[in-house]
Protein backbone atom coordinates (compact mmCIF):
# COMPACT_ATOMS: atom_id res chain seq x y z
CA UNK A 1 0.00 0.00 0.00
CA UNK A 2 3.01 2.25 0.93
CA UNK A 3 3.99 2.35 -3.34
CA UNK A 4 0.47 2.66 -4.20
CA UNK A 5 -0.72 5.27 -2.27
CA UNK A 6 2.01 8.27 -1.32
CA UNK A 7 -0.21 9.86 1.77
CA UNK A 8 0.43 5.87 3.42
CA UNK A 9 3.03 6.82 6.77
CA UNK A 10 3.97 4.42 9.71
CA UNK A 11 4.27 5.77 13.07
CA UNK A 12 5.47 3.92 16.07
CA UNK A 13 8.07 2.83 18.74
CA UNK A 14 11.06 1.73 16.70
CA UNK A 15 8.89 0.79 13.19
CA UNK A 16 12.23 2.71 11.37
CA UNK A 17 15.29 2.03 13.92
CA UNK A 18 15.72 -1.20 15.14
CA UNK A 19 14.32 -4.57 14.28
CA UNK A 20 11.32 -2.98 12.83
CA UNK A 21 8.76 -3.08 15.64
CA UNK A 22 7.51 -5.73 17.03
CA UNK A 23 8.56 -8.81 15.78
CA UNK A 24 10.36 -6.80 12.80
CA UNK A 25 6.60 -6.27 11.02
CA UNK A 26 8.03 -3.43 9.93
CA UNK A 27 11.69 -3.72 9.19
CA UNK A 28 12.87 -2.87 5.83
CA UNK A 29 10.23 -0.07 4.89
CA UNK A 30 12.86 2.92 6.10
CA UNK A 31 15.02 1.62 3.35
CA UNK A 32 12.27 1.89 1.04
CA UNK A 33 10.29 4.62 1.58
CA UNK A 34 12.64 6.95 4.04
CA UNK A 35 12.28 8.39 7.21
CA UNK A 36 9.23 11.17 6.02
CA UNK A 37 7.24 8.20 6.10
CA UNK A 38 8.28 5.78 8.53
CA UNK A 39 8.23 7.40 11.35
CA UNK A 40 9.96 6.78 14.77
CA UNK A 41 7.97 7.81 17.82
CA UNK A 42 8.71 8.76 21.50
CA UNK A 43 7.67 5.83 24.11
CA UNK A 44 4.15 7.77 24.41
CA UNK A 45 1.01 5.99 23.15
CA UNK A 46 -1.18 9.11 23.73
CA UNK A 47 1.05 11.04 20.99
CA UNK A 48 1.30 8.25 18.47
CA UNK A 49 -2.50 7.25 18.78
CA UNK A 50 -3.29 11.43 19.02
CA UNK A 51 -0.48 11.79 15.77
CA UNK A 52 -1.89 9.58 14.02
CA UNK A 53 -5.81 11.38 14.25
CA UNK A 54 -4.20 14.41 13.58
CA UNK A 55 -2.60 13.27 10.41
CA UNK A 56 -5.29 11.40 9.01
CA UNK A 57 -7.48 14.53 9.77
CA UNK A 58 -4.94 16.60 7.01
CA UNK A 59 -5.11 13.55 4.36
CA UNK A 60 -2.64 11.45 5.06
CA UNK A 61 -3.16 7.74 5.93
CA UNK A 62 -1.43 6.93 8.90
CA UNK A 63 -0.81 3.33 9.95
CA UNK A 64 0.43 3.76 13.99
CA UNK A 65 1.26 0.57 15.62
CA UNK A 66 0.62 0.60 19.42
CA UNK A 67 3.01 -2.18 20.50
CA UNK A 68 0.45 -4.20 22.35
CA UNK A 69 -3.28 -3.55 23.00
CA UNK A 70 -2.45 -3.93 26.43
CA UNK A 71 -1.02 -0.04 26.14
CA UNK A 72 -4.65 1.27 25.12
CA UNK A 73 -6.05 2.66 28.11
CA UNK A 74 -2.72 5.38 27.92
CA UNK A 75 -4.26 6.26 24.28
CA UNK A 76 -8.17 5.48 25.34
CA UNK A 77 -8.85 9.46 25.26
CA UNK A 78 -7.75 10.11 21.54
CA UNK A 79 -9.55 7.13 20.48
CA UNK A 80 -13.05 7.41 21.91
CA UNK A 81 -13.12 10.91 22.21
CA UNK A 82 -11.97 12.23 19.49
CA UNK A 83 -10.62 10.02 16.67
CA UNK A 84 -14.03 7.46 16.91
CA UNK A 85 -16.28 10.77 16.97
CA UNK A 86 -14.52 13.13 13.95
CA UNK A 87 -16.77 11.96 10.96
CA UNK A 88 -19.76 12.53 13.00
CA UNK A 89 -19.08 15.93 15.13
CA UNK A 90 -18.19 17.83 11.89
CA UNK A 91 -20.94 16.52 9.95
CA UNK A 92 -19.28 14.11 7.75
CA UNK A 93 -17.10 16.52 6.29
CA UNK A 94 -14.35 15.07 7.80
CA UNK A 95 -12.31 11.75 6.86
CA UNK A 96 -10.65 10.16 9.79
CA UNK A 97 -8.32 7.13 7.56
CA UNK A 98 -6.34 5.68 9.84
CA UNK A 99 -5.69 2.13 11.12
CA UNK A 100 -3.66 0.81 14.37
CA UNK A 101 -1.81 -2.16 14.36
CA UNK A 102 -1.65 -3.74 18.02
CA UNK A 103 -0.85 -7.24 18.87
CA UNK A 104 -3.10 -9.40 21.00
CA UNK A 105 -2.90 -12.20 23.08
CA UNK A 106 -0.90 -14.16 25.76
CA UNK A 107 1.29 -17.32 25.70
CA UNK A 108 4.61 -15.86 24.81
CA UNK A 109 5.71 -14.74 28.20
CA UNK A 110 5.45 -11.19 27.88
CA UNK A 111 3.24 -10.65 31.25
CA UNK A 112 0.17 -9.65 32.22
CA UNK A 113 0.16 -6.25 31.37
CA UNK A 114 1.02 -7.56 27.40
CA UNK A 115 -1.01 -10.32 26.89
CA UNK A 116 -4.60 -8.90 26.54
CA UNK A 117 -7.49 -9.48 24.54
CA UNK A 118 -9.52 -6.14 24.52
CA UNK A 119 -11.58 -6.20 21.12
CA UNK A 120 -14.92 -6.35 22.58
CA UNK A 121 -14.22 -3.00 24.42
CA UNK A 122 -13.09 -1.83 21.16
CA UNK A 123 -15.97 -3.35 19.00
CA UNK A 124 -18.15 -1.36 21.48
CA UNK A 125 -17.40 2.20 20.39
CA UNK A 126 -19.34 3.85 17.59
CA UNK A 127 -17.21 4.17 14.62
CA UNK A 128 -14.62 2.31 15.16
CA UNK A 129 -13.94 -1.02 13.06
CA UNK A 130 -12.00 -3.79 14.58
CA UNK A 131 -10.12 -6.67 12.53
CA UNK A 132 -8.54 -9.75 13.84
CA UNK A 133 -6.74 -11.97 10.92
CA UNK A 134 -7.04 -15.72 11.26
CA UNK A 135 -4.43 -16.23 8.61
CA UNK A 136 -1.59 -14.84 6.45
CA UNK A 137 -3.69 -14.56 3.03
CA UNK A 138 -6.75 -12.67 5.07
CA UNK A 139 -4.02 -10.90 6.88
CA UNK A 140 -2.63 -8.91 3.85
CA UNK A 141 -6.01 -8.21 2.32
CA UNK A 142 -7.52 -7.30 5.50
CA UNK A 143 -4.81 -4.60 5.71
CA UNK A 144 -4.92 -3.33 2.82
CA UNK A 145 -8.87 -2.80 3.05
CA UNK A 146 -8.39 -1.13 6.37
CA UNK A 147 -5.65 1.18 4.65
CA UNK A 148 -7.94 2.28 1.95
CA UNK A 149 -10.94 2.44 4.40
CA UNK A 150 -11.87 6.60 5.17
CA UNK A 151 -13.08 5.46 8.86
CA UNK A 152 -10.72 4.25 11.72
CA UNK A 153 -9.71 0.73 11.92
CA UNK A 154 -7.94 -1.26 14.79
CA UNK A 155 -6.06 -4.29 13.59
CA UNK A 156 -5.19 -6.88 15.64
CA UNK A 157 -2.85 -9.60 15.29
CA UNK A 158 -2.12 -12.10 17.14
CA UNK A 159 1.56 -12.74 18.98
CA UNK A 160 1.03 -16.42 18.81
CA UNK A 161 0.49 -16.05 15.22
CA UNK A 162 3.55 -14.23 14.10
CA UNK A 163 5.33 -17.82 12.96
CA UNK A 164 2.32 -18.48 10.99
CA UNK A 165 2.63 -19.28 7.29
CA UNK A 166 0.64 -20.01 4.62
CA UNK A 167 -0.29 -19.27 0.94
CA UNK A 168 0.18 -15.02 0.37
CA UNK A 169 -0.35 -13.62 -3.52
CA UNK A 170 1.81 -10.89 -4.69
CA UNK A 171 -0.36 -9.39 -6.60
CA UNK A 172 -3.42 -7.21 -5.56
CA UNK A 173 -6.15 -8.63 -3.88
CA UNK A 174 -8.16 -6.95 -1.11
CA UNK A 175 -10.95 -8.26 1.54
CA UNK A 176 -13.86 -6.48 2.56
CA UNK A 177 -14.49 -5.61 6.07
CA UNK A 178 -17.38 -7.01 7.69
CA UNK A 179 -17.99 -10.12 5.39
CA UNK A 180 -17.94 -13.32 6.77
CA UNK A 181 -16.10 -15.66 5.04
CA UNK A 182 -16.85 -19.58 4.87
CA UNK A 183 -13.52 -21.30 5.60
CA UNK A 184 -14.80 -25.06 5.16
CA UNK A 185 -18.68 -25.89 4.44
CA UNK A 186 -20.68 -28.73 6.05
CA UNK A 187 -23.94 -29.43 6.78
CA UNK A 188 -24.73 -30.12 10.05
CA UNK A 189 -23.00 -27.03 12.35
CA UNK A 190 -22.03 -23.61 12.26
CA UNK A 191 -19.08 -22.63 13.68
CA UNK A 192 -18.49 -18.94 14.09
CA UNK A 193 -14.99 -17.62 14.88
CA UNK A 194 -11.88 -15.40 14.24
CA UNK A 195 -7.88 -14.87 15.30
CA UNK A 196 -6.30 -17.47 16.26
CA UNK A 197 -9.12 -19.41 17.23
CA UNK A 198 -10.22 -20.38 13.83
CA UNK A 199 -7.20 -22.59 13.93
CA UNK A 200 -8.91 -24.25 17.02
CA UNK A 201 -11.94 -24.72 15.00
CA UNK A 202 -10.25 -26.46 12.43
CA UNK A 203 -9.36 -28.99 14.81
Known sequence: EMARDSRVV?????VASGQGGVYGVTAG????????????????????VGAAGGAALTGLRP????????FLGVCLDQLLNQIAKFRYMFGGQARTPLVIRTMIGAGEGTGPQHSQILYPMLAAIPGIKVVVPSNPYDCKGLLKSAIRDNDPVIFMESEQMYGDKGEVPEGEYILPIGVADIKR????????????I???AYE
Open 10 to 14: VMGED
Open 29 to 48: LTEKFGVARVIDTPITESAI
Open 63 to 70: VAELMFID
Open 185 to 196: KGTDVTIVSFGK
Open 198 to 200: IKV
